[in-house]
């Protein structure tokens, strides 16, 4: 194993502190946590929105921190849920007056201890809500869930609840069109190689050099199918249409999309995917009205990808159009 | 090799294509040509500003097309300067009346092939100015060039260029701006890995399990030294030591940086690095104004990173700090 890193245990406390180096002025940390909240938080008046889980997906959570999408972004250790009195601190930190959105990932971790963080924080008349993402199609449940895993399609939903919040909605408003969008997005992902963890220090699975898995999640955890080398054209009809059996869209649905990079796959490559699932799309008689490339939730140095899809409405749209000024804001309106 | 790909041979189409799927109403490809421009050009009045050079740097150069930056960028095979004629369409293309720059990396390929598109040009009356970026201060000559590489650097020029552009300046100021930079920038470059072409399948160069590459450039090319594995700390010593040795700077004086990933190399890794930088620059007195830390310019698959310091002064700030709105966007304002 080569990596970038010095002592494998100070590996999420210097990642942090190398991200507030680099945006000192748009983000601070909360003294003794591995919580990131914006330079301003709380927003008076407006509702927070917060997100944590493990580490080791970056720029999930942390990138999305800015106006128009997170208030507060709690790291866990690599791949391991943040504490509970970690997210409650983030949430009050994150409190305007006006309540705050946790937007939780579907691990039995994660979801136990956002629910707990929030009754903490409900004890000190903090208003919370919560909503779990579970866009991942390949998996019904999985080793870390029951029910289907959240990946990137949490990441539209940072998106459209910021821009809510950012719109002045209240907690109900913010809440109900988060959920929209968990209703209506997809994921489904596929690794070439896997990924390694810094304190294991090798392979979290072993997939020969002829081999890639399919319906993979976030964490080398394993995929549904291992299958042959596929070409770009074959992962990304895979993958899509997996994912549009799982939306059941209409004819001239306009869609949102993710081609997603899991870390150490080059965007050329992301770029030749996202070719191929633009037109299985135009197959499918859908629109798409945008597209995003690049790694917006990875798992370490995971050579691979995903792909996302979102149906959209008018409300939709125009949240996901709206301005945001994230740290690692990559054509967001 | 396992990589998410076609046909070797179509590499580079597929990707251009790609792009263009993903933002059609931004960008717009040249028939036959694999020039990309601004769909809106040319812009009436304004100086252009295009780059190019071989493929396999992503988001180099085509993801900086757009407002506050490029207005061209075209791209060769993997590693290989594109050809002369599709340079000269290129600046044809982004020629609004005020002329075009033209910011060309420092290899003898690009170098030749924009000075002669520049001539053809300008045989149709476009005025064109070159300005030739040589940042990287690993090797005085190379493999391919005569003088130093142009490497990550380039970034910046792209957006003090674009930015004195799109504010109306003319062609010698926005060339002057330009060989400013170039003159106050320095980056230095290290691998974990050796990136591996789409064509030839298998690693450029040979990097044991416990080896590192120093002074790396982005095509694979060798290094200036091979030494045991490094920490992260130790090559963010390493490498932002050699820039400032460069550069001489004065106690006090603003820098901007980049803490750049070569594609294979997690933004977590690259943030533990950047953390590292920050500290050795404050140790030297020095201020940073703006860090940026991400996949700029990369080398295909290669794990490693490069660090890039640029000395500041007002004009440079406020160009640095002015809004850009481009395909690989990441917080450019």
Redesign the interface.
């Known amino acids: 194993m080569?990596?970038?890193?010095?002592e494998p245990g100070d590996?999420v406390d210097?990642?942090?502190?190398?991200?507030v180096?680099?945006?000192p002025k748009r983000v601070r940390r909360l003294d003794g946590t591995k919580v990131l909240v914006r330079a301003d938080a709380p927003i008076d008046g407006k509702v927070g929105v917060v997100s944590g889980g493990g580490?080791?997906h970056?720029?999930t959570h942390a990138?999305y921190l800015g106006e128009g999408m997170l208030d507060g972004a709690a790291a866990g250790e690599v791949f391991t849920s943040p504490t509970a009195d970690q997210l409650e601190e983030m949430v009050n930190a994150c409190d305007g007056g006006e309540g705050v959105l946790c937007v939780v990932k579907n691990y039995e971790g994660d979801v136990m201890n956002f629910e707990t963080a929030g009754e903490m924080a409900e004890m000190e008349e903090v208003e919370v809500a919560q909503v779990v993402v579970d866009d991942d199609v390949a998996v019904e449940d999985s080793l870390y869930t029951s029910g289907r895993r959240g990946v990137c399609g949490t990441i539209f939903v940072h998106k459209v609840a910021g821009a809510k919040a950012a719109a002045g909605g209240d907690l109900q408003e913010v809440t109900e069109v988060a959920e929209k969008v968990v209703d209506n997005v997809g994921t489904m992902g596929m690794a070439?190689?896997s990924c390694i963890t810094p304190e294991k220090g090798e392979p979290t699975f072993d997939l020969g050099?002829d081999e890639?898995e399919l319906g993979i999640g976030i964490h080398g955890e394993p995929g549904v199918e291992r299958t042959d080398?596929m070409?770009?054209?074959e992962?990304a009809e895979h993958l899509t249409e997996q994912v549009l059996d799982d939306l059941e869209l209409d004819d001239g649905d306009e869609v949102a999309t993710i081609?997603n990079g899991m870390?150490?796959?080059?965007?050329?490559?992301?770029?030749?995917?996202?070719?191929r699932v633009?037109?299985v799309l135009g197959d499918h008689g859908l629109e798409t009205w945008d597209?995003?490339?690049?790694?917006y939730m990875?798992s370490?140095?995971m050579?691979?990808?995903s792909v996302t899809v979102l149906r959209l409405d008018d409300e939709l749209k125009e949240l996901l159009g709206a301005p945001a000024d994230?740290?690692?804001?990559?054509?967001m309106d």
Request: glycine fraction near 12%; aromatic fraction near 4%; include cysteine.
């Open positions: 080569k990596k970038l890193i010095n590996y210097e990642m942090l502190d190398g991200m180096a680099a945006h580490s080791g970056e720029p990138g070439l190689t050099e890639i080398v070409s770009a054209d992962v081609v870390g150490g796959t080059p965007m050329s490559e992301l770029y030749i995917v996202n070719r633009q037109e597209a995003w490339v690049g790694d990875t370490l140095d050579m691979g990808c994230t740290l690692a804001l990559k054509r």
